[in-house]
């Protein structure tokens, strides 16, 4: 199994940019495959982006389409997710996890966009 750990969400408000991390631990993850979820109150986890093991493909849903980034630093054992033009619907605790992912989550990171 792989630890996560989440950090660096926050409160911005809509068309700010915010960065978050997803630092891994117990194995190293350059062979995975590795994906960012997000969960609003009252909903399903959703799919937000995927990037492959060398980080040469990446995918993303449509609602995130041109706006988020999905990168890795394999050295450093680390996923990041760039976040642009912030919407006030990607309101949601944001998680990472390998792909496909394993049964031990992290525990998230809280972002809040205010209109």
């Known amino acids: 199994q792989v630890q996560l750990v989440e950090s660096g969400g926050g409160l911005v408000q809509a068309g700010e940019s915010l960065r978050v991390s997803c630092a891994a631990s117990?194995?190293?993850?350059?062979?995975?495959?590795m994906t960012w979820f997000r969960q609003a109150p009252g909903k399903e986890r959703e799919f937000v982006a995927t990037?492959?093991?060398?980080?040469?493909?990446?995918y993303y849903a449509d609602s995130v389409k041109g706006r988020f980034t999905i990168s890795r630093d394999n050295a450093k054992n680390t996923v990041y997710l760039q976040m642009n033009s912030l919407k006030p619907e990607d309101t949601a605790v944001y998680y990472c996890?390998?792909?496909?992912?394993?049964?031990?989550w992290g525990q998230g990171t809280q972002v809040t966009v205010s209109s």
């Open positions: 996890n390998t792909h496909p992912p394993q049964d031990d």
């Open positions: 990037i492959s093991w060398s980080g040469d493909n990446t």
């Open positions: 117990g194995r190293a993850i350059s062979t995975y495959f």
